[in-house]
């Protein structure tokens, strides 16, 4: 998964539909964009990674499915989706989705 | 040879905000995809306890340098005195606008202390913790922001800092605003009441500003996600200020 700028291209090759990933609010950034070529293992692979690893540190992962927003409870590994409800309806495929992630939150 | 080894200002030394950007672009390898906090000098960093950098709550600035390169040392604030009493009870009385302490003695004599919160010294200190936040962050956030609400609700936010949004779970009226909790209102046809102000701030906060770790529209982003994908959660996880308290920001 690499790490995407400001007025860097986001656009597969093609140019057809922005890639998918995951936008971290960041307190250097304000929003980190992290994108992957689905087309790319490696790069799904990190992806994989980086998702895993922010459910496991408390990271709250938002996604949109048609006007709704959901938090994503889990997520399939091996099906590359994530999970939103209990149903096989409620996945949506990583490679289908920009996320946003939102770290631990604290009450002030 | 002296000169060469006096720090230079925009190279070696660096503004809040600066500090925040390098931090964040120095540990993203290490997974740290929110970035890190920067503690503020005179002000009390609050993190989030299981955050893995918790430990910078503790951390306090030995000195700065001003514009022009001069080092000030900033002094050790002295360790509060014990005290021979211990609060057993507060509450907030919305008639005098005070929170009313009692404490007891190690005799068990009990007596009353007031304490008063100071709106004014809420906003001067928030002004304090606003250096840590990049221009440039913040910009990105209402990029990002714009790209979640319809646009005459951005539009109303950039004009004047906040939008309202209602639940489709409960129904409620969300207030969110830039820089301040959100507040949660109970409006239709038969009734209208304010229920209170939902504070929550990603990794940490600035004790007793209106401040977060993150850019102020970061913070709408959060509470509009969490709202909208999980209430509950959001309930759970914000503190809860009644209207009339100076932490509620009204």
Not at chain 2, 3 to 10: I, L, N
Not at chain 2, 18 to 44: C, F, I, K, T
Not at chain 2, 158 to 171: A, D, N, Q, V, Y
Request: with cysteine; glycine share 6%; proline share 6%.
């Amino acid at each position: 998964m690499k790490p995407h700028r400001q007025n860097q291209d986001n656009t597969m090759e093609n140019n057809e539909r922005p890639l998918p990933g995951i936008d971290v609010l960041n307190t250097g950034y304000g929003d980190f964009e992290l994108r992957f070529d689905p087309n790319k293992p490696d790069e799904v692979q990190k992806a994989k990674e980086t998702i895993t690893d922010m459910l496991k540190r408390g990271y709250a992962i938002f996604v949109r499915q048609g006007a709704e927003t959901f938090r994503v409870r889990k997520f399939d590994v091996d099906k590359n989706v994530y999970i939103i409800g209990s149903t096989p309806a409620e996945e949506v495929p990583i490679a289908e989705a920009r996320a946003t992630a939102v770290g631990r939150s604290a009450g002030g | 040879m002296g000169e060469e080894s006096q720090p230079q200002v925009g190279k070696d030394l660096v503004t809040y905000a600066q500090a925040s950007r390098q931090l964040a672009e120095a540990h993203l390898g290490q997974r740290d995809w929110s970035g890190l906090p920067v503690p503020v000098a005179g002000l009390n960093l609050v993190l989030e306890p299981r955050y893995k950098h918790k430990c910078l709550s503790d951390f306090r600035w030995k000195e700065f340098y001003d514009e022009h390169g001069v080092r000030h040392a900033i002094d050790e604030p002295p360790p509060p005195k014990e005290s021979e009493f211990r609060t057993v009870n507060s509450w907030w009385n919305a008639r005098y606008q005070v929170t009313i302490l009692v404490v007891k003695n190690k005799q068990g004599r009990a007596q009353f202390r007031l304490l008063f919160e100071d709106r004014l010294a809420f906003t001067i200190r928030t002004l304090d913790a606003a250096a840590v936040w990049p221009v440039e962050a913040e910009k990105k956030a209402q990029e990002k922001l714009a790209s979640l609400i319809p646009a005459d609700a951005f539009e109303l936010y950039m004009l004047t800092g906040h939008f309202p949004e209602i639940s489709k779970r409960s129904g409620l009226t969300y207030l969110f605003r830039r820089g301040r909790p959100t507040i949660a209102l109970r409006q239709n046809e038969e009734v209208n009441y304010e229920l209170c102000a939902l504070c929550l701030h990603p990794i940490g906060y600035y004790g007793d500003t209106w401040a977060g770790v993150m850019c102020p529209t970061d913070e709408v982003i959060a509470h509009l996600l969490m709202m909208r994908g999980s209430e509950e959660k959001f309930w759970a996880n914000a503190n809860q200020h009644p209207l009339d308290r100076p932490a509620a920001g009204l």
